[in-house]
């Protein structure tokens, strides 16, 4: 039989394949490598469950558990799912995947990401993972990752992109978030005139090298918060600056 187990340190999750000695049972009593109940009136005995096999049958379940980097515990019952899930690949505890549906998926093993609290004594694979990384959350509690309405970025980890890694009171960390915000930059303006609502205004602009500065043509209009161009303002708007996106839940597995 072919037995798959997980690499550890850098190279957990690796499968590595070797093989273990695996049987049907074949003591006395059995019949074609199956029990039987034993039959008096054949006579047929009783197939014996042999020491042999039920140590055959104990190694192959408790290795397949330790392959998924589980530790065996008397009295859980759900090790083995767990590890089949783990080792056919559909996640670890702790992993965020998208969802493109409203519904959590039917196993029960996924939560939304959506900041909720949760008993850490309900839910201890999961605060192993990610402990109090996503916030605050009262005595006994921790919380789950709240992605909804956010897109996620990469941890800077001392790349030097994010310009606010090092402006963090809390640091550069996974779980750290950023709110909405534009790039300073600047606009030259030429010298034009504008009219509203009987205000005449005038906007007196050098060009930014300080030459000749030929302006795009448009029409400036006062309004309650200072100046807008119709020819810039004529365009899709919102209360935010953003790329073109489509919403998924994000959900994170916990068994």
């Known amino acids: ?24 049972i074949d003591g006395p009593g059995a019949v074609n490598n199956l029990f039987t109940e034993g039959d008096p ?17 104990q190694e192959n379940l408790a290795r397949a558990i330790e392959a998924a980097g589980i530790t065996p ?18 996640g670890e505890v702790g992993e965020i995947r998208l969802w493109s549906s409203e519904t959590l998926p039917a196993s029960g093993d996924w939560l939304e990401c959506d900041g909720s609290a949760l008993l850490i004594v309900d839910y201890p694979a ?21 992605v909804r309405g956010r897109v996620p970025r990469g941890w800077d980890h ?13 640091g550069d960390h996974v779980g750290s978030t950023q709110e909405d915000a534009i790039r300073k930059h600047n606009h030259p303006l030429g010298g034009v005139v504008g009219t509203a609502g009987g205000v005449t205004g005038v906007v007196d602009a050098q060009a930014w090298n300080n030459g000749s500065y030929n302006y795009y043509t448009a029409d400036f209009v006062r309004s309650s ?13 919102g209360l935010e600056t953003r790329m073109k996106n489509i919403a998924f839940m994000y959900i994170i597995r916990w068994r």
């Open 1 to 24: 039989m072919r037995h798959a187990e997980r690499g550890s340190g850098p190279h957990r999750g690796a499968l590595r394949i070797r093989r273990i000695a695996m049987h049907r």
């Open 41 to 57: 009136s054949v006579p047929q005995m009783a197939t014996v469950v042999t020491a042999a096999w039920l140590n055959d049958v």
């Open 73 to 90: 515990v008397k009295g859980d019952y759900d090790q083995l799912r767990q590890a089949i899930t783990l080792l056919s690949g559909a």
């Open 126 to 146: 999961l605060y192993a993972v990610v402990g109090n990384t996503f916030g605050a959350a009262p005595a006994g509690y921790f919380r789950l990752p709240n």
């Open 158 to 170: 001392g790349a030097g992109v994010d310009p606010d890694a090092a402006l963090r009171s809390g």
């Open 225 to 237: 918060d200072g100046l807008q161009a119709a020819a810039f303002s004529d365009v899709p708007q």
